[in-house]
């Protein structure tokens, strides 16, 4: 209703009060915190079909609380923690850092993910954020934690989000290391995986002049409906495994893993494809997938999605593919759309009738 009376403040306003209110009333009603009533008032404002504009409307406040917060939170702490018990802040930290990082990482490859998204996830869970500091607090206010366990809780929060930038930056040296070491690839790669493979029903006169698609996001999903709605051959290579075996479950031939990786492509037969289509990404991951398909197909054509002008006209001057860029794509429908009905118009101009 606020909305439809477009007014911006009030809508902000609306917003701000709803949060406010479910997250106090959550804490009187239900007996919980107000931090996690604040939870429960972001997934019911997650909720609301004006999810997206109240996000952009309240972003200054949020920018605002945010910095608030950690202000408080640096208030709290106190540095006299790292001269009296460094050994103590240092195991902290080594919990922190390293074994909720190798924790993380072993959980992913026990699920047979990838050796970079290990990577990657642990590199992003090698710190403690926000709630950590609300659950300190709430500890000291219960008398179940001391002024010294929320200090080395808050050292260590704090110096991990600092290290964080660092360890991110190590994610691809590390990797390239790990590939260096063919054995050790293997032994942690997902051997055996049967969503790294095409399943044993696919036919082999299914994969030749296929059209494969690497990702299978907004873009990637409508071309797969699309083709296949033609009776065109299609084969996704997407990363995501829970949409890998969504695919599957339809019929849809479909392999897991990252396209950069030769392997992927060799499983999804791009040496007998007809067609390349590559969904928006780094541009960098572009030109590698490019260039292994070519290597395994030099006839294979190549179709690319750009997610910027500035992008687009770079993939043009390297000239590896069809460069497709969705703004440029939208004004061209339209044009032709208004040029479709200009003609029609002009050719069967309106009839008028005399009372």
């Known amino acids: 209703v606020v ?3 477009g007014s911006r403040e009030l809508f902000t306003l609306t917003v701000v009060a709803a949060a406010v209110s479910i997250a106090f009333g959550a804490y009187k009603v239900f007996g919980v915190s107000m931090a996690l009533g604040a939870f ?6 997650k909720e609301s079909d004006f999810s997206h504009r109240a996000e952009e409307e309240t972003l200054p406040l949020r920018e605002i609380f945010s910095i ?27 919990i922190i850092m390293i074994g909720k990082t190798i924790a993380a990482m072993a959980l992913v490859l026990f699920f047979r993910y990838p050796i970079n998204t ?9 710190q403690i954020g926000e709630f950590s500091f609300i659950l300190a ?13 929320q200090n080395l809780i808050l050292a260590g929060a704090l110096i991990s989000i600092t290290l964080n930038s660092f360890i991110f930056s190590a994610v691809e040296p590390v990797q390239k ?9 293997r032994l942690l790669e997902r051997s055996g995986d049967p969503l790294a493979m095409l399943p044993d029903e696919v036919s082999q006169d299914y994969l030749r002049d296929q059209v494969v698609i690497v990702g299978h996001g907004e873009v990637g999903r409508r071309i797969t409906i699309s083709l ?18 969504n695919l599957r479950k339809k019929g849809i031939a479909a392999v897991s893993g990252v396209a950069t990786e030769p392997g992927v492509l060799i499983q999804a037969h791009i040496q007998h494809a007809r067609l390349l289509v590559i969904s928006p990404m780094d541009i960098i991951d572009i030109h590698k997938i490019v260039d292994i398909a070519k290597t395994l197909n030099p006839a294979i054509q190549i179709l690319l999605c750009a997610e910027s002008k500035e992008e687009a006209e770079v993939i043009r001057r390297d000239n590896i593919g069809e460069v497709y860029y969705a703004k440029e794509e939208m004004a061209r429908n339209m044009s032709n759309h208004i040029l479709n009905q200009i003609e029609i118009a002009h050719n069967h101009p309106p009839t008028h009738y005399s009372g």
Do not use: C, Y
């Open 3 to 5: 909305a439809r009376l």
């Open 40 to 45: 429960f008032a972001g997934m019911v404002v």
């Open 68 to 94: 608030l917060f950690f202000v408080s939170v640096g208030m709290l702490f106190d540095p006299r923690i790292l001269m009296d018990q460094p050994l103590h802040v240092l195991a902290v930290l080594g």
């Open 118 to 126: 290990a990577l990657t996830v642990g590199a992003s869970l090698a």
């Open 137 to 149: 607090a709430l500890g000291v206010s219960l008398n179940l934690l001391s002024l010294d366990g």
């Open 177 to 185: 290391w790990i590939r260096e070491r063919s054995s050790l690839a």
């Open 228 to 245: 296949m709605e033609q009776d065109i051959k299609v084969v996704i290579a997407e990363e995501n495994r829970e949409i890998v075996e």
